[in-house]
């Protein structure tokens, strides 16, 4: 699989590919995001719409991303919405999500997920929201 940001010009374009995966995300109940916010961030040039999919074959699942500057000045990626169908074949994705926060100066990703998520993520450490320290 690979990650496919969408440019700030091409949110709009893009977007109703993105949609019906993400407002799946954000009508979890336990979810606080909204679709209008999203693409608002996006927009703003605030977050980053990203498309995952295989190399050769359309997206099967859409993301958005937002790096965030602390006050102490260090920086992390926050994965605050992902989609779409096949789950299993662009689980693997998070590595690309964390090498690419590493590239934009993050030391770390965080994410909020299901408990039961902790299984699956051994190395990230799991308090009210997914972190692991790059």
Same mark, same amino acid.
């Given at each position: 699989? =690979?990650?496919?940001?969408?440019?700030?010009?091409?949110?709009?374009?893009?977007?109703?590919?993105?949609?019906?995966?993400?407002?799946?995300?954000?009508? @979890?109940?336990?979810?606080?995001?909204? %679709?209008?916010?999203?693409? /608002?961030?996006?927009? /703003? $040039?605030? $977050?980053?719409?990203?498309? =995952? #999919?295989?190399?050769?074959?359309?997206?099967?699942? /859409?993301?958005?991303?937002?790096?965030?500057?602390?006050?102490? @000045?260090?920086? *992390?990626? !926050?994965?605050?919405?992902?989609? $779409?169908?096949?789950?299993?074949?662009?689980?693997?994705?998070?590595?690309? =999500?964390?090498?690419?926060?590493?590239? %934009? $100066?993050?030391?770390?990703?965080?994410?909020?997920?299901?408990? #039961? !998520?902790?299984?699956?993520?051994?190395?990230?450490?799991?308090?009210?929201?997914? *972190?692991?320290?790059?």
């Amino acid at each position: 699989m =690979i990650l496919t940001p969408v440019p700030i010009d091409q949110v709009d374009a893009i977007w109703p590919v993105a949609e019906p995966w993400l407002a799946r995300v954000c009508a @979890r109940r336990e979810s606080d995001l909204t %679709l209008d916010g999203l693409r /608002a961030l996006c927009r /703003a $040039g605030q $977050g980053q719409l990203v498309l =995952i #999919g295989p190399a050769d074959g359309p997206p099967v699942a /859409a993301g958005v991303t937002q790096v965030r500057q602390h006050a102490d @000045r260090t920086r *992390s990626c !926050w994965v605050l919405a992902v989609g $779409g169908a096949g789950a299993r074949a662009w689980r693997d994705t998070l590595a690309l =999500i964390e090498a690419g926060a590493r590239r %934009l $100066g993050c030391a770390s990703v965080e994410f909020a997920g299901r408990a #039961g !998520w902790a299984g699956l993520l051994p190395d990230y450490a799991a308090y009210t929201h997914f *972190s692991k320290r790059l």
